[in-house]
């Protein structure tokens, strides 16, 4: 499985960006997906992850109620759309999938993900 990832850009604060990754490669439905970001100078940290199918989800609590992960397994794409974005939300976002059972929602630390994308560039300004 590749992973890319897209959708990044420059938007005011309170405005909504929409991340993709597409996934390219065979059974893609057998992997659950995070989305992760990093910003300079800090660790990397969790934002969101999907099981397989689609029915649950996990948010870190700085995303909560603001940003929605979703996927369309026929399109082999894991989305996170991103709302009331705040200046503290620039960094480059990564998606990452992991091989799991289906009712298992990917777990918050990086370690154990089998596969990357490449980053995205999401900047607010106040």
């Known amino acids: 499985v590749q992973l890319q990832a897209s959708g990044g850009g420059l938007v005011q604060a309170g405005g909504s960006l929409r991340l993709s990754c597409a996934a390219s490669?065979?059974?893609?439905?057998?992997?659950?997906v995070s989305w992760f970001r990093q910003a300079p100078g800090k660790e990397r940290e969790f934002v969101a992850a999907?099981?397989?199918?689609?029915?649950?989800?996990v948010y870190a609590d700085s995303v909560k109620g603001r940003f929605t992960i979703s996927r369309d397994n026929a399109k082999k794409t894991v989305y996170l759309q991103m709302n009331s974005l705040e200046p503290e939300d620039t960094a480059v976002y990564y998606c990452a999938a992991k091989r799991v059972i289906v009712t298992v929602v990917p777990g918050p630390e990086g370690r154990g993900y089998d596969y990357w994308g490449q980053g995205t560039q999401v900047t607010v300004s106040s």
């Open positions: 999907i099981n397989r199918s689609g029915g649950s989800t």
């Open positions: 490669g065979p059974a893609f439905t057998m992997y659950g």
